[in-house]
């Protein structure tokens, strides 16, 4: 089997930004993603999420290019203000044109 | 109900069982308790609160002419232009937040909260006393033009503005303007022979529902207490006087456009009432750097228990007494 | 009720609370609202329903003789195998959809959707009607048929076949027939007696909880719509046509069978419905080639909201109507 | 009711809605059914029962003098001792289970089990017998000392001892006792006047509600039952004979005490009940080594079926036999 | 510490798929597994999982080679007529055997 | 973007467990953690976890060496006699000083 090298983003941020993180995941051309619910807590503590149902994690499987792109992105629109974090991990998927 | 005083108003409040479970919400919190009503049961209750308050407006409604409505809700509009210019400009005094933190504030407080206004029907309901059933109408109607004149004062503080048709879009398509207009639609429609087919639920169990929600939102509101101390003792003050100036012009209000000491007194309530579901959410988006750890704080922290447990039956003592100076019953 | 025009039943219809709160839903779609009820607190009202419909009829069925009822049950297998066979044919005149997105589609319209034969047992109860208690047992019955039909339509034309040892444990213990079946049985073991102590819970708030879902259930038809574009018009034909027909039949088998108006009228509403619970869950599993976009599209945003809105009025007047013509009631 | 045989009880117990939901649950995984309650669903419900069932006490307690009550109270917390200690040398002679499982077996039989007792409440309920309304003030007490004394018990066997402070403090914030204690105090202050306003939920819907809950507390007690065959019938004999003894225990107790024939049986009910929320948290973070397949198994596995199914109405026969015995009415 | 390697296999499918997932994981040897709940959006876009509850993220960590045989299931059994996507990932664990 | 990298610790336990791991977490210096709510199996079967509410899965992204530190007191005071099992992967961040 045939195995593609693909990078995962993942996003931790809070529900309320759901929407707007998905319309710009998807202007940056994701071929998918995976939300699951989530709560937590980071340095910098308290926020919206106490209400208005905790965090949403993001996971997204892509290429390199646009996994760093995705990270630029956040860093200019979500990370400075937003309860938000993110990380890169490496994986291999079969079905590479999938991806 | 003979002209009471305001001790007994307060006494009977605080006996009552949605603001006990309020303070038993409190006391878990305090004792460290793990109890939570789960999330998906608290949203789902919001909607049946929402829904089912907009629906027993809207058969209300239905019986309301424009003629004995418009003053009211031209009032209801100055109040919401008025309320969060008001507290935009106190909130200097008190506090010393930039501009974009107090028209985070302004937002909130120019808004309404549900759960005190409901409250508050429960309290003027089981006391017998009458109010005028639109009163749900105005509720929706002060839900949106204070969070608007908040984004505004802040908007000019803010270097890049405020995305404001993304904003409103989320406002007015957010689930409590939906869900409190759709409700009054459907209550209009269907009248009373259609409520009576759904009265069990959205009326028989209303105050038992509202029980448990206030015992949920005891805690949320016990878990932002640690921060009342650190967001300072200016916060604490602007967030009980305020709704007792906030209160005294929403009754004067009232009783200016002729509504009942009852109406009036809700009317109070909502004016000095202050958003906890719809404004923080719109403030977060649009003004990202306002802190929640301050308009959160200061609505669900202190102003929400202050008026639910003190406030109500003030407001209503209020459009008592001003209902008598002026000749009403 | 006297025997009422078609116009003044679909208006009656109409301005119920549940069927507003449906329009509610798409509404509240349309304008992008993020409107939702929770999935879980969805989940748990589907198992009130289902489970409360059994027990009501369960009580109701331990007062029914086999001899008033054998004949109707034979009549509703008969329509169980019969519209799935229909639904397969006429889905070919209307569309070029292959024999396996066939077979799906004629699972769905052969089984049978428990909300529209809630709506419809809401609707004759408002009205006064009386419909023998015995009908939750013909829909225990109608789901499962109808199912196995559609599936060896479509396996015929599958390579490979179906694994039908697994397919129907799924149906047969999924949770439709579980809580109908368990519920009949709880409500014929309770009896009236029993029955009484649950009463406030699965009696007087159901039309309410039925509101409430249904405002979720128009969220869900109203996220299929852009769909229905994308899948044509002959879909809709399909899907606005056949339940026509499927409810005449069911209405005559009723009449037939002896059944009042208002039972022969729910037979119709059983016959002309199609599954959007047991069915979508089976075809998924069995046919995976079938398109979800093409059945739950039909069943959930075509027939659906075409029987939620104008079906049930109109399989009513049907069943009066010919109710009349061979001098019943 | 006359003095009734126990079969009749037994069958009246059988067929009542809640028996036959939790039934419905044991079939349903029998025939390897996906149906269950949401989780969030099920925890609303259970702080639903348990803040309801409070209340309820609480306003039956504000009639209750100190001098009616106190000698109940002295029973219960001699019950709350004697019954651990009991379980934990009885539950050697049918098992070789180490002193940590004991002591943990211990910990659950000494504890009581809400739901059980709710279930029975409703039996005397809907039999038109009377019971203290403070009977919900024993059960608030007796869950937690058979906890401490069968951590304790277990600790002496454990090197390292327990983190009592850890666990104490666990149970006594945990919801059980939050809910059960403030809806205590919540009824108290609120009185039959505040109860009113929200008796249509928590009063009229309680018996259907609960039906619900079985039935998920059905499956979760099917699931259990194939660890049974594991555990060995040592275990199967422990759970069914003990609570017959202490449920007679309770039953002494309660006559003794000065309670009536209801009220004695509810005493024997929460002395044969087992906890299945408080005690098996507490329990699992106290004694990790303790094997919850062993605790749970024989809680939630046998001696709860068991007592819903066979032990509630004997446990009314116990003081309705007793009762007369000793010249009670 | 000692740290030995293991492969994460991340699958992501339709929520009706569970017990059949399940089913086949324990037959390919799994030693565990971890579901958690989730949505999201690929490239076949919409399907049943708008009504049923969604999706299901699965998350099992396993010596390499019964990662890569789960993944031939995966292709042989649900990729092409499913809502699926599964992705390899690297990860350590102390405990070797209980992997 | 300058990319850092940094250790992923994922640990799936009981959720009864939640607040005594989160507590243990702060005190090994975890810069945050994100929780999302779970079920499996194991090797060790069967739990408290059927009536309690399932598994919690607690992902946390930090430096190697409280990673390390993390899974050793993990395996002192968890592995033993809870269901817990943990794993750790590598990841890349920008804002290294986040994390
Ligand atoms: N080091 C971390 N590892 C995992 N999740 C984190 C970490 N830091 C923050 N998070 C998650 O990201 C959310 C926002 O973090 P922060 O922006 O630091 O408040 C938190 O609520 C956590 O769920
Ligand atoms: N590139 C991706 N990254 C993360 N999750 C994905 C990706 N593609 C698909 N998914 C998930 O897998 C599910 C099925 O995808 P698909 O089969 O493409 O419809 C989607 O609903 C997503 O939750
Ligand atoms: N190999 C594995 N891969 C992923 N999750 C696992 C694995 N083993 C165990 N788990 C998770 O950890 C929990 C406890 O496992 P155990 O301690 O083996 O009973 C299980 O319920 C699973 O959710
Ligand atoms: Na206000
Ligand atoms: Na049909
Ligand atoms: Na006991």
């Known amino acids: 089997m045939e195995l593609t090298s693909r990078t995962v983003v993942t996003i931790v941020a809070e529900s309320a930004l759901e929407s707007r993180l998905i319309g710009d995941l998807q202007t940056a051309g994701v071929p998918g993603y995976t939300v699951t619910p989530a709560h937590g807590a980071g340095v910098r503590g308290q926020r919206e999420g106490d209400i208005q149902g905790g965090n949403i994690r993001i996971e997204t499987v892509l290429p390199h290019d646009t996994a760093v792109a995705i990270l630029s992105m956040l860093q200019e629109k979500y990370f400075s203000h937003y309860a938000c974090v993110a990380w890169l991990s490496e994986a291999s998927v079969v079905r590479g044109e999938h991806f | ?329």
Chains 1, 5, 6 share one sequence.
């Open chain 2, 1 to 329: 109900m003979e002209t009471t005083s305001v001790v007994e108003l307060a006494i009977a409040n605080l006996l009552s069982p949605p603001v006990l479970a309020f303070a038993l919400g409190l006391l878990a919190v305090a004792i460290k308790s793990d109890l939570r009503l789960p999330e998906p049961v608290y949203q789902a209750i919001s909607i049946y609160l929402l829904l089912g308050i907009g629906i027993k407006g809207g058969v209300a409604l239905r019986d309301s002419s424009l003629q004995e409505i418009w003053l009211p809700i031209v009032v209801t509009l100055i109040l919401g232009v008025l309320i969060p210019l008001g507290a935009y400009v106190v909130s200097s005094w008190f506090t010393r937040l930039d501009a974009i933190n107090r028209g985070a504030l302004a937002a909130h407080y120019g808004s309404t909260s549900l759960v005190t206004f409901t409250a508050a029907l429960v309290f003027i309901e089981s006391s017998g006393q009458f109010a005028e059933g639109y009163l749900v109408t105005l509720l929706a109607i002060l839900e949106v033009p204070g969070i608007i004149v908040g984004l505004l004062l802040a908007s000019r503080a803010r270097k890049g503005g405020i995305a404001w048709g993304e904003s409103l879009q989320e406002v007015l398509s957010g689930k409590s303007i939906v869900l409190l207009v759709g409700g009054l639609a459907i209550g209009a429609a269907a009248g009373s022979v259609g409520f009576a087919t759904i009265e069990p639920f959205f009326g028989g169990l209303f105050t038992g529902v509202l029980t448990l929600f206030l015992l949920e939102l005891g805690i949320v509101a016990g878990r932002r207490l640690p921060d009342v101390k650190k967001t300072g003792w200016g916060l604490v003050a602007f967030g009980t006087l305020f709704p007792l100036v906030a209160g005294l012009a929403g009754v004067a209000g009232g009783l200016a456009a002729g509504l009942s000491v009852g109406g009036a007194a809700l009317l109070g309530v909502l004016s000095a009432s202050s958003s906890y579901i719809a404004a923080p959410t719109a403030v977060r988006l649009a003004l990202p750097e306002a802190s929640p750890g301050i308009y959160l704080t200061a609505s669900l922290g202190i102003t929400f228990p202050f008026n639910l447990i003190a406030g109500i039956p003030l407001y209503y003592w209020y459009a008592e007494t001003l209902g008598g100076l002026i000749g009403w019953n």
